[in-house]
Nanobody, 116 residues
Framework: QVQLVESGGGLVQPGGSLRLSCAAS????????SGWYRQAPGKQRDMVAT???????EYAVSVKGRFTIFRDNAKNTVYLSMNNLAPEDTAVYYC??????????WGHGTLVTVSS
């Protein structure tokens, strides 16, 4: 099993920055891809950014150029660096791990609020 714990959310002003962390524990060697997703109130959960075990990345169009996903394998942690935040980035951000031979693992989420 894999457990994920997100951190780093909070309140930030428009134009500000945050860095989210997703720490994995358990059978981390079975993770072949990770990603960040977000869900705003009343909306569906959407992909924000993903990264594979060989560091291939993908981004949602709305965050490309502002957000960066990267990994620290030694810490079993995936990060999402978010710059130039806008009110429309307000959402609960979830981390997901895709696991060989098992269901995806999800964290419980961390709230990001962009407001003046």
């Amino acid at each position: 099993q894999v457990q994920l714990v997100e951190s780093g959310g909070g309140l930030v002003q428009p134009g500000g920055s945050l860095r989210l962390s997703c720490a994995a524990s358990g059978s981390t060697e079975s993770i072949y891809a990770s990603g960040w997703y977000r869900q705003a109130p009343g909306k569906q959960r959407d992909m924000v950014a993903t990264i594979t075990s060989d560091d291939n990345t993908e981004y949602a169009v709305s965050v490309k150029g502002r957000f960066t996903i990267f990994r620290d394998n030694a810490k079993n942690t995936v990060y999402l660096s978010m710059n130039n935040l806008a009110p429309e980035d307000t959402a609960v951000y979830y981390c997901k791990a895709q696991i060989v031979g098992a269901r995806d693992a999800w964290g419980h989420g961390t709230l990001v609020t962009v407001s003046s």
